[in-house]
């Protein structure tokens, strides 16, 4: 008996020695759900559908989150769950060493999108403390100014940086399992009622129909159509092994399907949601202006300035901003996993030092995006659509024509309905993703050729 016992114990020992594992159903989801939900939804979703055709926006969103989102995710989930490593040995192990730089490029994205994304976070923090503290600023164009860049935003990026290790280094399970589980409901409960409150407000039907209004006209616009892809990629997470990763420490007999369709959704309502709480707002106090000038603008200087003005603004808008920044940094945290788990797993080093030595060195080089806004922009570009597009070109080609075992995969734990619509998966990954997203990875290529000559070569 205590033989047994002693092996059993031995047994768990080894197995939580060589890979973590989330502890719960609801733990991974809530974990992924908030990788997913963060900056991407809480404000780009909804700038990008109100400049390119509003609810015609929406709906191309959700058919794009179908086609190519959910197979991109199935196929990292599957990559993940099956290798039980993260991105460089989960691509070994499906394609062979070939594919090890490809894996590079993913440990790659995630250091240089963090590195910038913590920068914005920084600034969400501020405003969520000065919120909380004294209040926001009379001349919100101003503050913003001299807050976005140099040694203000550099040690607010820091501060949020700390905050990522921290979870981090607690591992799968005691961090970010944990960390997601509080915060997430939270997010989603806040952003609720602040979405009720808005809708109270004079001037919300107008925002309303910014956002939605549909014009179908502007789906045809191929910078549209890439635009909400592109979106896609970013808002779930997709195209540089976070979800893969994730996966990797999931016990073998959960539904994948259901899971990325859950996820999905959830994502989409908050990026939905969001969108019925910031444009009434806006709309309310006639600052619509300062929503088209830039994406930021409206987030960190015409919401604030709402906030500054209106009754009650000082609660609501703490409270918006607390949501960012839970947002945020569950987000920030699935991206240094992808980092720290990849050097755990190729050289053994141990999880806190992993945790600390990644996230001091993504936090210097996010020092480049403090000091300047182009900088940030460009890596934007770069990393966070260009190298995400490539990224899952690359995974559907892998999963969709050369993993073995993909489709069991897929299919342990799979209920009835979902195993017959897993044939389906692969027919997507293997011939509607890959052109889809070419053109995608065109049409961004183009993007950061424009960004580099309008910000560096003054034309
Ligand atoms: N999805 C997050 C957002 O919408 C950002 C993010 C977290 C991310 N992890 C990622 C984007 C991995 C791409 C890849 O803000």
Redesign the pocket.
């Known amino acids: 008996m205590s033989d047994r016992f002693d092996a059993e114990v031995q047994a768990h020992a080894e197995d939580s020695i060589q890979r973590e594992v989330f502890g719960t159903r609801l733990g991974f989801i809530l974990a992924a759900v908030g990788?997913?939900?963060?900056?991407?939804?809480m404000w780009?979703f909804s700038y990008t559908a109100s400049e390119g055709g509003g609810a015609a926006f929406v709906f191309l969103y959700v058919i794009l989150t179908l086609i190519i989102g959910i197979p991109i995710m199935l196929a990292e989930f599957a990559a993940g769950r099956k290798s039980r490593r993260s991105p460089i040995g989960a691509l070994r192990e499906a394609g062979g060493p070939k594919w090890i730089p490809v894996a590079f490029f993913y440990v790659g994205?995630?250091f240089l999108?963090l590195s910038y994304?913590s920068v914005i976070a920084g600034w969400v923090v501020r405003y969520a403390f000065e919120a909380i503290t004294i209040g926001f600023p009379a001349d919100a164009g101003a503050h913003f100014e001299a807050i976005s860049t140099g040694p203000q935003a550099m040690s607010y990026h820091l501060l949020f940086m700390i905050f990522t290790v921290i979870i981090v280094m607690g591992g799968v399970e005691k961090g970010i399992e944990r960390a997601s589980s509080l915060m997430m409901p939270a997010l989603f409960f806040i952003l609720v009622g602040l979405a009720a409150w808005a809708f109270t407000l004079d001037g919300a039907g107008a925002g309303y129909a910014a956002y939605l209004q549909p014009q179908w006209g502007d789906l045809l616009d191929g910078g549209t159509f890439a635009s909400a892809a592109a979106q896609a990629?970013?808002?779930?997470?997709?195209?540089?092994g976070?979800m893969l990763t994730f996966a990797s420490y999931l016990s073998k007999d959960e539904n994948l399907n259901r899971e990325a369709v859950v996820i999905s959704f959830a994502d989409f309502l908050v990026a939905f949601i969001a969108g019925l709480v910031v444009f009434p707002i806006v709309f309310a106090l006639g600052l619509q202006g300062a929503v088209s000038e830039s994406t930021v603008g409206a987030l960190f200087i015409a919401l604030p300035g709402a906030f500054a003005e209106m009754s009650g603004g000082r609660i609501i808008g703490s409270l918006f901003f607390l949501a960012l920044m839970v947002?945020?940094l569950t987000?920030?945290i699935?991206?240094l996993e992808?980092v720290v788990a990849s050097i755990i797993d190729e050289f053994d080093i141990p999880r806190k030092k992993a945790a600390l030595g990644a996230g001091t060195l993504i936090a210097l080089f996010g020092l480049l995006s403090a000091s300047s806004l182009d900088t940030l922009g460009l890596i934007d570009a770069v990393a966070?659509e260009l190298f995400?597009v490539i990224g899952g070109l690359g995974l559907a080609i892998l999963v969709g024509y050369r993993m073995k075992g993909a489709r069991e995969e897929l299919e342990k734990g799979a209920s009835p309905l979902f195993r017959k619509l897993i044939p389906v998966v692969f027919v997507f990954l293997r011939y509607i993703v890959p052109p889809i997203v070419i053109f995608v990875i065109y049409d961004r290529l183009m993007n950061v050729w424009s960004v580099i000559q309008t910000t560096y070569l003054g034309g």
């Open positions: 990788s997913a939900v963060g900056l991407g939804n780009r994205a995630g999108i994304y990629f970013f808002s779930l997470s997709l195209g540089m976070a947002g945020a987000s920030a699935s991206l992808v966070g995400l």
